[in-house]
């Protein structure tokens, strides 16, 4: 079965500290993308960062990157110097490349950032 | 876990034509769902909200009689695009929202339907 797990419903972090929020998968196919969205109050669901299953280098994009540990299943994100506007829903889904083109979403992870 | 089903995963349509994708909380009562629309590797965009019992309310943008958005109950959603054409290709996901609408809520996703217009 093909399966996202985030398990942590909610983090706090302070400003300017770096945070981590946890994702795992589970997945038969040898070719999957992962992605990381963040959906702030208004709802919209922001792309962050992409990264495929064959990739050899962890994916990064300005203060996010993703600590792929593809033996573990696991697509963590990490984000450096937190700022305030980071608070906000973030979720990871993956993408199975072969077999079918189904999105598969975790639950999501609260982040809120303090002063 | 809660869960949310979409269906078809995958359509073929004619352009010109019209089709139908559903979204199904299966084990919660949805009062709230939410229709997105994905681009590659981009972001989701948000069509529409669809309040059970209610007409939906409709993003900035998006044509409300294009896209038609029935929530008839608590566990069912579906977005028609209707006369659709070549550029509706896309990615279309819906979520929903479990729980009152509060800051605590949580929202769970379909696994999304890929439309290709021919």
């Known amino acids: 079965a093909q399966k996202i797990t985030q398990t942590q419903p909610g983090m706090f972090v302070q400003e300017k500290e770096a945070v981590t929020l946890d994702c795992t998968y589970d997945?038969?196919?040898?070719?999957?993308?992962l992605f990381w969205y963040k959906q702030p109050s208004s709802g919209e669901m922001i792309f962050l960062i992409y990264?495929?299953?064959?990739?050899?280098q962890n994916a990064t994009e300005g203060r996010y990157s993703l600590n792929f540990q593809k033996a573990r299943k696991s697509a963590n994100l990490v984000i450096s110097a937190s700022q305030l506007g980071d608070s906000a829903m973030y979720f990871c889904?993956?993408?199975?490349?072969?077999?079918?083109?189904?999105?598969?979403f975790g639950a999501g992870t609260r982040l809120f950032v303090k002063a | 876990g809660a869960v949310v089903s979409q269906h078809p995963s995958r359509v073929i349509c004619k352009s010109g034509t019209s089709v139908k994708i559903e979204c199904r909380s299966l084990d919660f009562q949805a009062t709230t769902m939410f229709w997105y629309r994905q681009f590659p590797k981009k972001s989701l965009m948000l069509m529409a909200t669809?309040?059970?019992?209610?007409?939906?309310?409709?993003e900035q943008g998006v044509e409300k009689d294009k896209f038609l958005i029935n929530h008839a109950s608590l566990t069912l959603s579906t977005l028609t695009v209707t006369s659709a054409h070549p550029e509706d290709s896309s990615f279309y996901i819906c979520s929903a929202r479990k729980g009152p609408t509060t800051a605590g809520n949580t929202i769970y996703f379909g696994e999304g339907s890929w439309l290709t217009v021919v």
């Open positions: 889904a993956m993408r199975p490349y072969t077999g079918g083109f189904k999105t598969i």
């Open positions: 997945t038969s196919d040898p070719s999957y993308g």
């Open positions: 669809s309040n059970e019992g209610s007409k939906a309310t409709y």
């Open positions: 990264q495929g299953s064959y990739d050899q």
